[in-house]
């Protein structure tokens, strides 16, 4: 999109709407610096605690750690029900008394999930085969998540106004607190009671931030009517996230009694480095389905924020993704350790995953934004069989490089079936959401292959081309960089 066509797409819109349309992309833009270093500060500190983890456990544990954190992921998922979404995704401003029957049914399902969590522990502790403690830590994160229904409702209203600057700085401070909290138990040997200090701690301070943030006062409302609207949307939403759940965790989950702990950790560990750049792209997301929905009805414009949201991610996430496979033989063992190149192959295979992840992160959330929501699971449970299938066949034949093969298979074509999907609701403009990024890309590609006759240093290297990238970059998108800029400070 060059910067002749972003000026001139606003200025076809109607007059109702080109207010509106101009005032979303100006949110969305400050949005994305907020989030931007949020996320540059979050994730860098998850980065840096992931190295650590690395290097202090076995393969082995780092595999129950992280099957432990998919479980309480799912906790979250399923006491939800896709209620905010749905909340977040309608025109009108909602009313107390919807807030408050949200609140109500947020409260019954956390609180039932957490229940039967409680009650059937024993049971959870050997389906995943957790350590003699497991009935504990299981109970534990019962008690967990109930504390997260409490800042639900605060922080779907902030998220609604986009007012993201305020959720950024409650995640920030949250994630460290839960990343220090965590080494430090992890340490003094705690074990895997060291995840559960660390996620009570940081939601329990989350609620407290988030409310002192977005004061609200709780109420219950045994009046359901008034959110009876939001269910077809909502129970649409949460198959789709069900669907991605089952899709991306379910996998690890089913390594463990299959083919051990220490496959697991690698199959966790190379999903966690070769996926650095997608904690970008999920920020995108995030940022774009309340933009989306405040502007659903308009084409245009849902296609100038499409278009921007594919080249935000690409250009970000393609020269990390580059700098992780091309310095990874360098790269692995200065940070994570000799041990963990057994599982470089299998986050190299998972690499055409993250790429095509760029693209369906920035579109499922324009088919949930406009209304599509079941056309979206219709999608997402495709690419759910499709992973799944291929996953189960290299579970079967215990070949890990199999799984991430059948990954990265089923994301490519998922992103080819989004772009057809979304042409009735908006016109991407390819040539700037693919080619500029893909552009500036090859030129650091050149960069590497001519600094390396004329230094040895492969860190040099990777500095010098990232320097070259950024100037080709600024050179190429100089249209979209003045955009961005104009919405942010004009």
Not at 38 to 67: C, E, H, K, M
Not at 122 to 140: H, K, M, S, Y
Not at 425 to 443: E, H
């Given at each position: ?82 209620l905010g979404s749905a909340l977040i995704q309608r025109d009108q401003e909602p009313s107390q008394d919807e807030i408050a029957a949200l609140f109500t049914v947020q409260i019954v399902l956390f609180g039932g999930l957490a229940g039967c969590i409680w009650i059937f ?22 008690v967990v998540l109930f504390i997260t229904a409490f800042r639900s409702i605060p922080a779907i209203l902030l998220e609604r106004e986009l007012r993201f600057d305020a959720i950024a700085l409650v995640e920030t401070v949250g994630t460290i607190i839960y990343q220090i ?171 055409p995953n993250m790429l095509a992840g760029f693209v369906t992160g920035a579109l499922f959330p324009v088919l949930y934004a406009t209304g599509h929501a079941g056309k979206s699971l219709k999608i997402f449970m495709l690419w759910v069989f499709l992973t799944i299938a ?101």
């Open positions: 999109m060059d910067q002749s066509i972003v000026q001139k797409k606003p200025n076809q819109l109607p007059n109702k709407t080109k207010s509106l349309s101009n005032l979303i992309e100006k949110r969305v833009s400050r949005s994305f610096i907020a989030l931007f270093f949020r996320q540059f500060i979050v994730y860098g500190t998850l980065f840096l605690g992931n190295i650590l983890l690395a290097r202090w456990v076995s393969p082995d544990i780092y595999g129950i750690f992280a099957a432990t954190l998919a479980f309480q992921s799912i906790l979250v998922i399923l006491a939800d029900a896709g522990a024993p049971q959870i502790v050997v389906l995943v085969d957790l350590e003699i403690a497991g009935e504990f830590i299981v109970r534990a994160i019962a909290t965590l080494l430090v138990f992890v340490w003094q040997a705690f074990g895997l009671m060291s995840i559960v200090w660390a996620l009570a701690i940081r939601y329990s301070c989350d609620v407290f931030m988030i409310w002192k943030l977005h004061p609200w006062r709780p109420r219950l409302s045994i009046n359901l009517r008034p959110i009876m609207s939001y269910l077809a949307f909502g129970l649409n939403m949460q198959g789709v996230r069900l669907m991605g759940y089952v899709k991306d965790q379910l996998p690890l989950l089913l390594i463990i009694p299959i083919l051990g702990a220490t496959s697991a950790g690698h199959w966790g560990w190379a999903l966690a480095y070769i996926g650095i750049p997608v904690y970008f792209n999920q920020l995108t997301a995030r940022i774009m389905f309340p933009a989306y929905s405040r502007v659903q009805s308009d084409r245009d414009a849902v296609g100038v924020l499409t278009t921007i949201a594919i080249w935000l991610n690409l250009s970000i996430g393609l020269p990390i993704i580059f700098v992780l496979i091309y310095f990874a033989p360098n790269l692995v063992p200065l940070l994570y350790g000799n041990v963990w190149l057994d599982a470089l192959p299998t986050a190299m295979l998972l690499t291929g996953s189960l066949l290299g579970i079967v034949y215990r070949d890990l490089q199999g799984m991430a093969l059948a990954y990265s298979c089923a994301t490519f074509i998922i992103s080819i079936v989004l772009l057809f999907s979304i042409r009735s609701m908006a016109t991407v403009d390819l040539k700037t959401a693919f080619f500029k990024p893909l552009t500036a890309l090859f030129g650091m590609a050149i960069g590497i292959v001519i600094l390396g006759f004329v230094s040895t240093s492969w860190v040099l290297v990777c500095i010098l081309a990232s320097c070259v990238y950024i100037i080709i970059f600024f050179i190429v998108n100089y249209g979209q960089i003045r955009f961005l800029y104009n919405n942010l400070f004009a």
